[in-house]
């Protein structure tokens, strides 16, 4: 969940950058570097039609800030201005530092995305992304943080004709929501300051199996001994997160296309508590509380098809389930699977650039979904 910073930081760290483009820099030399920065991002807005809505949402501006202090040293920052809330949000989704300490090897610290998975981590963002909004259980009030807290380190390696790769985290993790009645036993993955002394542990190792890195193969797991409030009977509630995810990208000649199929399957186990159930009579409603979530996406471009239009098309198709909790009051409609079938159809007007358009039905509703994102 996403916490506001003031618009005025935008502003501040705006002239900051500009500054740092300006000034001299031959004085600031590490490690026998320059200090340069890029800002790359993309733009979007979001349309959606469905039974009880037809509008133009989301407008979204995000700017990633990279700036390279060295050739071993650099720091990345996505600020995101967006409208999704209906009314002009600033928010800092991430600002991380990075120490590369060898080819194999690389240190960082921050707010960063996160190692969790493949998804949300590494193909969340609209423009990489082949569907206007997320898989269900991968958005928002999904399993898993949409950005960390804390350090890690990661790297890869060369295996014969294979490579692996691996991430490693130590951060805040989740804090387990208590008080009200329609969110116990969720989390708050994304505040700013941990809610007790506890840190969370996890990590993700992923394996290439084949010459051409066509396939990848990753196991994620998070752990945390401790979620609720200090000095609560919460306090000592347990978190265990783990994570199957699959990646695989190729170019096949006899169809003179690219296809790429991925996917991710993901299991939450918390640690058994009993809540206030809200009536004020000190009843309390106690349930196990156990998620999962997967989804599995393929898509199919022919990039190697003669006419211009038609290279430019894409296909697109996934489904996606979430089962949460039996007794959890999380869902008012009582329906705790949430399953979503979607077909789309994409246009490349540029390598960048992406008009995406999806026909989705979700526990029984139809929608239109539409969007343009633009990188930079």
């Keep these: 969940m996403k916490r506001n910073i003031r618009l005025y930081s935008f502003f501040v760290f705006i002239l900051i950058s500009s500054v740092l483009i300006t000034h001299e820099v031959n004085a600031q030399n590490f490690f026998q570097g320059q200090t340069k920065l890029t800002i790359v991002g993309n733009a979007q807005v979001d349309y959606i039609a469905d039974s009880s809505q037809s509008q133009f949402r989301n407008l979204a501006f995000k700017p990633i800030f990279l700036l390279s202090l060295s050739d071993r040293l650099f720091i990345e920052s996505e ?24 080819r194999y090897l690389t240190l960082h610290a921050g707010r960063f995305l996160p190692k969790f998975g493949a998804y949300r981590g590494r193909f969340g963002e609209a423009y990489l992304q082949r569907f206007a909004n997320s898989p269900v259980g991968f958005g928002d009030g999904g399993i898993g943080a949409m950005t960390e807290t804390g350090l890690g380190l990661q790297g890869g390696a060369q295996l014969g004709v294979s490579k692996i790769n691996y991430d490693f985290y130590i951060t805040n993790g989740p804090q387990l929501l208590a008080s009200s009645p329609d969110m116990a036993g969720q989390f708050e993955y994304e505040a700013y300051l941990n809610n007790n002394k506890k840190k969370s542990i996890g990590g993700r190792f992923g394996f290439l199996p084949l010459s051409n890195s066509s396939l990848e193969i990753g196991y994620s797991v998070q752990y945390k001994s401790s979620t609720g409030d200090r000095l609560t009977t919460y306090e000592k509630t347990p978190f265990t997160a783990q994570a199957f995810d699959l990646n695989y990208f190729k170019t ?71 089962n949460t909790p039996q007794g959890a009051q999380w869902f008012a409609d009582g329906q705790h699977v949430r399953n979503q079938t979607a077909i789309g159809i994409n246009y490349w007007y540029r390598w960048n650039g992406v008009l995406k358009m999806s026909y989705q039905k979700q526990n029984g509703v139809d929608g239109f979904y539409a969007q343009m994102v633009y990188g930079f």
């Design 252 to 322: 096949i000649d006899a169809i003179q296309s690219q296809i790429r199929i991925v996917g991710e399957y993901k299991m939450l186990n918390v640690g058994q508590q009993s809540y206030d159930d809200g009536t004020g009579t000190g009843a309390m409603f106690t349930f196990t509380n156990k998620s999962t979530a997967y989804y599995i996406q393929g898509s199919i471009r022919p990039t190697e098809a003669s006419s211009e239009f038609i290279k430019n098309l894409e296909l697109a198709a996934r489904y996606s389930e979430f």
């Design 79 to 102: 600020l995101e201005v967006a409208t999704d809330g209906g009314s002009v949000e600033v928010v800092l989704e991430y600002a991380n530092m990075v120490y590369f300490v060898s």
